[in-house]
């Protein structure tokens, strides 16, 4: 329902108050508890029983009529068409599905491959959208054969004119199952633990389900434009909130990016006042989105999905809250769309202050800790600090393989002394005795190979495998974790 123009303005003037007044870091305690879900955080938490992931929903996170389309959608290609498939559709009347396509496997991969496939059958569908605009009522009430089909595909979804438009609206959609499969499994490794900081500061328990829309809980997910992470952050927005250096981006931490997604969220709530809109901006920015508020003079984000037409405000940004909408409803019975799941689960781990700086080869010398635990648990740290180039930051709490951390004290040489200050605290004076000894490496004949490709890193190829950093340096003879290129072909040994 549409708010009268100068109650538009006003909030406007507010929120701009708002936003010279209030820092970012300030906005989520801001807010406000009034923003959160019907339900109390204690109602909505993961129980363990039944459906894990169903939640009862407030107004603002049910289906509007007037998006019903769009999230039948994403419904669709989250559930019912898979990565070997994709779908030609008109990208603003989403009703609107021309045709599902197979694909190779090569062609599900390679982004060109798939465009030179696809393309005979997208100038198809324009030539007979393009026919349709020139003939008259009579004789499209005569069509036979696929244009009698696609023009009664349309008509159904009240398209009765403008063909040559739709023509210019088709879009490729690759299907999703297989990777929201994935993205079931993975979630029960990090849902609770969202869940918690989310109810900590009041937020709807609804936004906890957007890393499957973002990065299908895979918290080595980078994207075109170089976000990452579980929350997708772009590196200029993240550092806002989180650190990111040389040692450590914690963009790769669940539970640390997890926090930074709450301020966020909560800062786009404080200046939009309205949970549709703060999550489209979560996508497409707070300040761009009140633009659009502006410029339609609404707050409804129906009016503004079918109408707006800024600059930036394309594909992603007019799909991204419909999006979640469809993740939320297959949830509420998702074993009705997906059998054989296997649930992961977070591993236990003790940790272990590091008072001051050190190498991590040193750390872990002469302990039955590897390199790829320490990676596995601690997937912010980077390149740098994993091959012991860099020391591992100053005060930093590292997670170990639970069972080791006496170990690690043992390694160390730790007095009495150092243990009755506080038993998780290393205290790095105590290695002045210690010879600096790199991570041995065992190297096995047997390996894959890997082509890398365009925006890989040899941190992300590491955790792809899941074989430690150091191991693929040493077998591959590489100096710097920087020095590799797209097309260069790698030598991953086996995972042990």
């Given amino acids: 329902m549409k708010k009268p123009a100068e109650m538009i303005y006003f909030i406007m003037i ?92 090569n062609e599900s991969k390679d982004k060109k491959m798939r465009a030179f496939a696809v393309s005979p059958i997208l100038r198809k569908y324009k030539d007979i959208l393009e026919r349709l605009d020139t003939l008259s009522q009579g004789e499209l009430e005569r069509l036979t054969g696929e244009d009698k089909r696609v023009y009664d595909l349309l008509y159904s979804n009240g398209i009765r004119s403008g063909y040559k438009d739709a023509a210019e609206r088709l879009r490729i959609q690759v299907g999703q199952s297989d990777r929201f499969k994935k993205a079931l499994s993975r979630s029960t490794l990090y849902l609770k633990k969202i869940e918690d900081v989310f109810a900590d500061k009041g937020l709807p328990l609804e936004l906890t389900r957007l890393p499957f829309v973002e990065s299908a809980f895979d918290i080595n997910a980078y994207s075109w434009a170089k976000a990452a992470g579980l929350w997708q952050f772009t590196r200029y927005t993240a550092k806002k909130y989180i650190n990111i250096n040389k040692a450590v981006d914690e963009r790769l931490d669940p539970i640390k990016s997890t926090t930074a ?12 006042h309205s949970w549709p809109l703060a999550i489209t901006a979560y996508n497409h920015g707070c300040y761009g989105m009140q633009r659009a508020v502006q410029s339609t003079a609404t707050m409804d984000i129906c009016y503004i999905v079918d109408n707006y037409d800024g600059p930036a405000f394309g594909f992603a940004s007019r799909n991204f809250y419909t999006e979640l909408l469809a993740v939320l409803e297959i ?115 047997a390996y894959k190979e890997h082509v890398i490709q365009k925006g890989q890193t040899l ?38």
């Avoid at 043992?410 to 010879?435: C, F, G, I, M, R």
């Avoid at 941190?459 to 590799?484: A, G, H, Q, T």
Wanted: one cysteine or more; proline letters at 6%; aromatic letters at 8%.
């Fill in 331 to 445: 949830l509420d019975e998702y074993d009705k769309y997906f059998s054989d799941i296997v649930f992961q689960y977070p591993e236990n781990f003790d940790t272990v202050k590091i008072t001051k700086s050190v190498k991590l080869g040193r750390l872990i010398a002469g302990t039955p800790v590897t390199v790829g635990d320490i990676q596995r648990l601690n997937p912010e740290l980077l390149s740098p600090v994993l091959v012991s180039k860099i020391a591992l930051p100053k005060n930093y709490t590292l997670k170990i393989p639970q069972g080791t951390k006496e170990h690690i004290f043992s390694a160390l040489d730790t007095d009495s002394q150092t243990a009755d200050k506080n038993p998780n605290d290393v205290d790095l004076t105590a290695l002045k005795n210690v010879t600096e000894t790199p991570v041995k490496v065992t190297q096995s004949t």
């Fill in 14 to 105: 507010f929120s701009s108050i708002l936003i010279s007044t209030q820092s970012y870091c300030e906005a989520d305690e801001l807010y406000l508890r009034q923003g959160s879900s019907d339900t109390t955080p204690s109602e909505n938490k993961m129980s363990g029983t039944g459906n894990i992931f169903k939640l009862p929903r407030s107004s603002q996170f049910q289906t509007p009529p007037e998006l019903r389309h769009q999230v039948d959608f994403w419904k669709k290609i989250f559930t019912g068409i898979n990565n070997r498939q994709c779908v030609i559709h008109d990208k603003r009347a989403m009703g609107v599905i021309y045709e599902t396509i197979e694909l190779t496997e």
């Fill in 459 to 496: 941190y992300s190829i590491s955790r792809l495998y899941n074989v430690p950093l150091c191991d693929i340096m040493k077998i591959n003879d590489l100096k710097n974790p920087e020095s590799i290129k797209s097309g260069q072909v790698l030598k991953i040994p086996a995972a042990t």
């Fill in 261 to 272: 997604a709450t301020k966020l969220l909560a800062f786009n709530y404080s200046q939009l």
